[in-house]
């Protein structure tokens, strides 16, 4: 074998194990879960093989689970734009700060370390019956007894907020550092105020991060399924919940497994009208 | 003025992200009975009823171990791709990185569903195995993002003089890559172990009955109601999770001077 044909083979053999794993662990499952979605559940033993739309027609048309689609949709909207109007200023404030900036870019990484369970049932410290905030005002009179401030969509909300908010500054951040500062001094100089720089120039060039930290927190709040257990209350099940209750409750597999394409459809499209305007590299480089 | 005024709404944002944070640390320490507020004083209490918790100590073993083999097979993997990656033209290569995180793409219920489907389906059900590649498919795109960014500022030329002067392939390898590499290679596997310790969604899917980890554990406790034994957990985790790594890089940062580096 000639020098170059090793050459050309030696990448493919570094990539196999990894690509197999992928493939294997990751690829095949998702197509099987595919047809399982269309097999019927036995009442006892193993499911139906075949073709059966009945999984599909009530995953489809039944309004229990639109709604509560709709509704994981809408928390996860609203969990975005907070993220984005709390995360840009502080991203900004980073990338245009001189002395404390590495201090503040490792407390940024800080919460990626600490588990995800802590930071979640944290609220409950604050929040709860005898938690900080009731334990406050009880202290200071404002009122007599504690209040229940858990428990619904508002703390589902909040507790996603607080998991996803450093996705967000990251890749803000990421974009902004990549942004020449003499354009906006530019932009000044030929009178724009700094508002107007900021907003005709900073803004637009910081878009491509603004989008990055938007799609994983999107993505990452849709397919959430502790925080809704953790900080909801009864009515506040998300699509995820949905899917465990079928598979690991109810032992509905076929049920469960068309539940869980459709999340992944729903959020698939965005991936891709993303991918297709922006491309995977900018997710890369904030992930990086 | 502007400018003060982001610098506040950036330390109150900051706030946010960890006050509830010291709230767990600080209540871990509290001498009140109920582990709630007021505060009554201090004490290591709820330390010590921790270690003195079987359910907990095997959970934490469990976690380890899980996280541990995780780290080895997630980091060989992702060293070898990102190698190919970086150091060779690969064709299609936009296609193949996209693959290769796909797993961060793909909602994890979604992917623990898949998994434990199709698994269940070549006779490997609920077991440790499962959970174990569970986690490796899950880390490795993670390991695959840091190992690359941190593989594109090794130079070459190093490699080219060694092979230059007369060594081969696999002396260069040994002798000059896989040193050059090993901060690469340590960061990665830290990475793959931080998050296969912390995930819980992938893993409620996949644990058999009767395992579980550190934060499944916690979640059945929380069930009933939080007690300020798992704030002491969760201050044990953040010290872990979070001080290790920072020695761990003293130490590298350490190494590197003496060595001259």
Known sequence: ?288 | MGWRLIRIYTILVYMFMFLPIAVVVLLSFNANQFGSFPMTGLSTHWFEVLWENDAIMRAFRTSIVLGLMTAVISTVLGVLASLALVRYKVPGRNLITTMLIAPILVPEVVLAVALLLFLNFLDIGKSFTLLLLGHVIFTLPFVILVVQARLVSIKRDVEEAALSLGASPRQTFFAITLPLLMPAVAAGGLFAFTISFDDITGTLFWKPGGIETVPTQIFSMLRNSISPEINALGTVMIVLTVGLPLIGAAIARTLATRSGG
């Open chain 1, 1 to 288: 074998m000639s020098i170059e044909q090793r050459e050309a083979r030696q990448p493919w053999i570094l990539l196999t194990p990894a690509l197999t794993a992928i493939v294997l662990l990751l690829i095949v499952p998702l197509m099987f879960i595919i047809v399982y979605s269309f097999w019927l559940k036995s009442a006892a033993g193993a499911d139906t093989p075949g073709f059966f739309l009945d999984n599909w027609q009530e995953a489809l048309t039944d309004p229990f689970y639109r709604d509560i689609l709709l509704n994981t949709l809408k928390i996860a909207a609203v969990t975005t734009v907070a993220c984005a109007l709390l995360g840009y200023p502080a991203a900004y404030f980073i990338a245009r700060s001189k002395g404390n900036r590495l201090v503040l870019l490792v407390l940024l990484m800080l919460p990626f370390w600490i588990s995800y369970i802590i930071r979640t049932m944290s609220w409950i410290n604050i929040l709860g019956v005898s938690g900080a905030l009731n334990s406050a005002m009880i202290w200071i009179g404002v009122i007599d007894e504690p209040i229940q401030m858990l428990y619904n969509e508002t703390t589902v909300i909040l507790g996603l907020v607080h998991f996803l908010l450093p996705f967000m500054v990251l890749n803000i951040f990421v974009s902004l550092e990549g942004i020449d500062t003499n354009l906006e001094d530019a932009a000044n100089s030929l009178g724009a105020t700094r508002w107007q720089g900021f907003l005709q120039v900073t803004l637009p060039l910081s878009l491509p991060g603004l989008a990055a930290g938007g799609l994983l927190c999107f993505v990452l709040a849709a397919g959430t399924y502790i925080t809704p257990v953790i900080l909801g209350g009864p009515r506040d099940a998300m699509f995820a919940n949905l899917v465990y209750e079928a598979i690991i409750r109810q032992l509905n597999w076929p049920l469960g497994s068309a539940l869980s394409l459709m999340l992944l459809v729903v959020l698939g499209v965005l991936v891709l009208i993303y991918n297709r305007y922006l491309g995977m590299a900018q997710l890369a480089k904030g992930l990086g």
